[in-house]
């Protein structure tokens, strides 16, 4: 079995949510984007924990913002057009009273599975369930009954209610319930409910205190105490205790002692009384709290451990002891695994490792033909499901693409989420070339992508080194980073690739730098550009803009050509001479042009772009009286430095400002 849907309505940032799950799903995104938010959606149906039936009873923070918003102020509207009048509730029209509600679709199910959710079925094959948590209140608010809507009537028509802020959802009326199939009368019995588990490792995890064994509540204990309850295990224990007791009477400093106790006693209570030790009600359970795990070739207590190596520890405990959980007398159908950063204080190599390890916890061959146990599979690989939510770029480009989905919001609004290759289709060559590419090349920098809220492409590592410059020069110091902007170095003109990733998946504000080439040598494509194509391409698509250079047909050429005025010179000389000082000195004596340093450095031309970047940091950047861009100025000297038109009309779009005159 796995949930194949989530829907999710009304809850935290969610509104009008839905995306499919897979039985491993790896889920990247920016900080506050709603990973964490869709895991507790699920841990409402799932959780079996103290703390999620607690969490069940939501309260006015678990709504989400936007529908409060508009239902205030609807109610607001109410209250102004009717102060100081009596209502009609028969004919008035009332604001929709906000609800949360947390669906999900069940298929892919083995025999057990089927009988649990035989109630909960939804179509006629039999192939699809679904459970609902709804939190909604449990009678009407608007009627003449409503003490609710009765005081807040009451204290708008006195003025005590001034704007919509003011007014407070009704929670105390609300309660939850959740239910199978699509009738919300037939609620589920926790009895079936408790056969579908889940297990949440959340990002905030104490695992150094989950690994001892001092209460009922901690995860070694409970592994534990299951498997002692579990059957006719740990008997050579209890044999032990037992003998233990026995030792304990016949010790001679504890004889000694309990003799003197006796013989005290005796003095001063009026019957005669015979004391001694005894284990008091003798459990193995006792022991347990005594219990903690060693790890590492010194056997190092786990809080002398680094807080790495216990999370791998914590993180391993929960994986290998998963079938044994389960009580003698109640079956485990499925189980829901939520692991919420896993890479915590590991380092990159860890993180690669723990990555690949978590992706063979699924049959790598589930609902395929290629299984190797053929017909003896015991179809464990239905009992359970894997989700994991990362901000990791290590643990994102090292998972299977198949099953990453990214979260992102439209326009910075809207939550969507999109897996990174279901757009594509394989079968089409085209499409092929592009995943294929993305496989090879989305690596721990260029991943860094999927937790941006926007994207500049470049094809080189002298834009690499210096775009970030020229934004923070125009920008007042500001970093691409403050703004959320991710730089990716395509290493050549593998735009499209990138572009169509953002087209059909990441739909985020994306910009393109790049030179002005002619699209080959030949004569028939004389003067046509390469990069006035890609534009063409693209024009459509409003999250993606081209920009190319205009004067000239490189990035180099075009920064000389801008830079022509002798203090601008006086920068771009000054970066030459740090990587070819003979040639500088022979260049300060010819007149400037710009194709001829060009091919003086072409061949260096990251270099010079690290040179000139080194360069410009050594300057004090001028500004006007209004904050922007003036000059450099350095040991009194007052440089000029022009960046191209082109990179500044490509800041312009993706910081939704007109473009640059």
Known sequence: ??????????????????????????????????????????????????????????????????????????????????????????????????????????????????AVVADWFINKELTEAKTTYCFSPNKELFNKDSTWFTELKANFDNNKIKEAKDIGIPISYYRYKIYGGE??????????????????????????????????????????????????????????LAALNDKIKIDSDVTELTTKLSELLNLISLDKEDVNFNFNELQTSDLFRRLSLFYGEDQLNIDKNGLGKNNLLYIALILSHLENLEKVNQKVFFRLIAIEEPEAHLHPHLQKHLSTQLDKQICENFQTSNCKKGKNCDQKCKEKQIIVTSHSTHIACHLSLKNTAVFYKENQQDLMSNYLIDEFDTTNKIDRKHVEYLQKYLDATNSGLFFARKIILVEGPAEEFLIPKFFEILNKGETLDKHGIS??????????????????????????????????????????????????????????????????????????????????????????????????????????????????????????????????????????????????????????FEIPKYIKDGFKFIKNEPNAE
């Open 487 to 640: 730089l990716i170095n395509v290493y050549g003109l593998a735009f499209k690739h990138f572009l169509e990733l953002v087209k059909r998946v990441h739909h985020i504000k994306c910009v393109v730098l790049t030179d002005k080439d002619n699209k080959s040598t030949n004569k028939v494509d004389e003067g046509k550009s390469r990069a006035a194509d890609l534009k063409t391409e693209y024009v459509n698509d409003k999250h993606i803009e081209v920009f190319f250079t205009q004067n000239t047909i490189t990035f180099e050429t075009e920064l000389f050509e801008c830079n022509k005025d002798e203090h601008a010179q006086e920068i771009i000389l000054d970066a030459f001479d740090k990587i070819h000082p003979k040639l500088c000195e022979a260049y300060k004596n010819e007149e400037f042009k710009h194709d001829t340093l060009y091919e003086k450095m072409k061949n260096a031309k990251a270099d010079f772009a690290m040179a000139l970047r080194y360069e410009l940091d050594e300057y004090a950047t001028l500004k006007d009286e209004k904050g922007n861009f003036k000059e450099f100025k350095k040991e009194n000297r007052i440089l000029k």
């Open 1 to 114: 079995m796995r949930i194949s849907k989530i829907k999710i309505n009304g809850y935290r940032n969610f509104n009008k949510f839905e995306m499919n799950l897979k039985q491993f799903t790896l889920i990247i995104g920016e900080n506050n984007i709603g990973k964490t938010n869709l895991l507790n959606a699920l841990g409402l149906i799932f959780g079996q924990e103290i703390s999620i039936h607690r969490k069940r009873v939501l309260t006015n923070e678990d709504f989400n913002y936007e529908m409060l918003v508009k239902f205030k102020g609807e109610v607001n509207q109410l209250l102004k057009d009717t102060k100081g009048k009596d209502i009609d509730f028969e004919k008035t029209k009332f604001p929709e009273v906000p609800e949360i509600k947390i669906e999900v679709i069940l298929t892919d199910f083995n025999e057990d599975q089927e």
């Open 183 to 240: 009738n919300d009368t037939k609620q589920i019995d926790y009895y079936f409910l408790n056969m579908f588990k889940m297990e949440f490792l959340d990002a905030l995890r104490d695992a150094q205190r989950e690994l001892v064994s001092q209460n009922d509540y901690r995860l070694l204990n409970r592994i534990l105490k299951n498997k002692a309850d579990s059957g006719n295990v740990f008997k050579d224990l209890k044999t032990e």
